[in-house]
């Protein structure tokens, strides 16, 4: 059980373009997603918590602007990648708290990578 | 401000010896930790957690140790196996809130 998926696994884009990235969480419900940022060799680095029908919270120096976060069900929520640059590629993970299951627990997607030219 | 430490980098383990991981934290109002092993390019894997209210918590070959005096949790994993050669991240918790975690560190586990 508690199994997190993204899509897609890997995306290359052009400058100036906009990519979307899927979190579903496969056999659970998920009331608060989180969204993070790992760069190579780094620790991971929350941008983000996504509460299912309510706005994101960001966190301190990432721009809700560019980084659109949408919780529309118990399942899924998306990160969209507005206007990007080569700077933004970078490894992103989504992780779900079990609403039913122990609070502190997070399970994690796969991660997605992002490439852009 | 980097409120959960990894101090060290890399690891390296002789396969059916004792890994021992440390993480050290200077918020004394953490609650809660977990220990996550990751692949790369893989999302992280929940191993072991730890309620702040207890110094100890055994899973099969994984122990994970707080001294809350000390603001320092260990992972104990024994006998190491090749297949335990990962980056492990620590974790911390504040009311169930969002995670903060360390740096990282790479175990190699040697045959």
Not at chain 1, 26 to 47: C, G, I, N, V
């Amino acid at each position: 059980g508690a199994v997190v998926s993204q899509h897609p696994s890997r995306v290359i884009c052009k400058s100036g373009t906009s990519v979307k990235i899927e979190c579903r969480s496969l056999d659970f419900q998920a009331t608060t997603m989180f969204w993070y940022r790992q760069f190579p060799k780094q620790s991971l680095m929350l941008m983000a918590t996504s509460n299912e029908g309510s706005k994101a919270t960001y966190e301190q120096g990432v721009e809700k602007d560019k980084f659109l976060i949408n919780h529309a069900s118990l399942t899924l929520s998306t990160l969209t990648v507005t206007s990007a640059h080569p700077e933004d590629s970078s490894f992103y993970i989504c992780s779900a708290r079990d609403t039913d299951g122990y609070s502190y627990e997070q399970y994690f997607g796969p991660g997605t990578r992002l490439t852009v030219t | 401000d980097q409120q959960v430490k990894q101090n060290s980098p890399s690891l390296s383990v002789q396969e059916g010896r004792i890994s021992i991981l440390n993480c050290d934290y200077t918020n004394s109002m953490f609650d809660y930790f977990l220990w996550y092993k990751k692949y790369p390019a893989e999302g992280p894997t929940f191993l072991i957690s730890i309620s702040s209210i207890k110094d100890k918590n055994e899973d099969g070959r994984f122990t994970v140790f707080l001294n809350k005096s000390a603001k320092h949790l260990s992972l104990h994993i024994v006998p190491s196996q090749p297949g335990d050669s990962a980056v492990y991240f620590c974790a911390a918790s504040l009311g169930a809130q969002k995670l903060v975690f360390g740096q990282g560190t790479r175990l190699t586990i040697n045959p």
